[in-house]
């Protein structure tokens, strides 16, 4: 069969391919620890659950509008109010199966081939994929631990030229967790003020899973409007990972591309998680931090643990649910069986030797780091950091 040259530009995430490998080696009777996937571990809240099922049984069951029920949009926009201080109409909004599509749908309204689009390092996965499968340019702005894995004024700066297209960024950030400050946008916003043919792509799925306060969006500043989508969703914040339901809001002519690109692909998402999620985003949030407090209590658990290890550099993130320790003090070091050549092998290691999951940090473009996801019960954390201590006390 002969498919598509596409394809060869898309490989398959490293955060599933890590997760594949611990279910093959439970299935041998090995106990994993898997730190690899982004999953909470809580279950959907009550109210919302009661909400699924009442949209059942009130018979929402046949096709929704491809950008969303109404009354969604509404909501949404509501949330935007109430939460970022954001005006965004229902028109300028825009429902679909997950963050990623909203993700997908605006890279691919957008981008040429051609187009640069800066990404800073460490980005989500997809990112890269996403600008490549449209034929784009990435532009990879490398920010290390030392400065949180945060982009600079000056770096954005030196990397726009007539070409750029777009930067995308989340925050908080999956998978440093660092969360960008009011003044830290206001410095990128002055740059992006002097490009206004430069669109930014504003990932904030982890709004709500923020131990620093209030989240704060660059889609606030007034002159950048028609510069700016924001992207979020249900499944971090509310647990719903499997309703698959994410959202954009951005200039209205950018919602019009979305809606007629995925009208042709999947049109309207779930109509029962619709319907769940305006719930979801009207009602008490009070699950929602609950969920939030356990997280923090796990983050400083792993990070403690962390700077207890020799070798191991780790900064505390503010956000999301991950550490991004640097373990490149490790690399030329071996157990006497396998030698530690780089993050790939790092994670290997750690996964047939200590039997954790993780996920090597150059798949989010920084080969110095692993990802671990502290989404997981304090037990299995307090298993995974004596795991990991044993295993890299071995390497010599």
Known sequence: MQLAQRLNKITEPQTIKMAKLSRELKAQGISIVDL???????GVPAHIREAAINAINEGYSKYTPVVGYAELLDAISTKLKRDNNLNYPPSQIIVSTGAKQSLYNAVMSLVDPGDEVIIPT?????????????????KYVHCG???DFKITPEQLE????SKTKLLMFSSPCNPSGSVYSREELAGLAEVFKKHPYVYIISDEIYEYINYVGGHESIAQF???KNQVIVINGMAKGFAMTGWRLGYMAAPRELVVACEKLQ???TSGTCSITQRASITALLSDLGPTHEMTKAYRVRRDYVIAELKKMDGVKANSPHGAFYAF?????FFGKSDGEMVINNDDDMSMYLLNTGHVSTVCGGAFGNKQCIRLSFATSMENLVEAMKRMSEALSKLK
């Open 122 to 138: 460490p980005f989500w996965v997809t990112y890269a994929t996403q600008v490549e499968m449209a034929g784009g340019v990435i």
């Open 263 to 265: 009208g042709q692909v």
């Open 222 to 224: 007034d002159e950048l």
């Open 145 to 147: 631990i030392d400065t």
């Open 325 to 329: 320790p640097d373990i490149s003090s």
């Open 158 to 161: 030196a990397n726009i030229t």
């Open 36 to 42: 690899s996937l982004g999953e909470p571990d809580f």
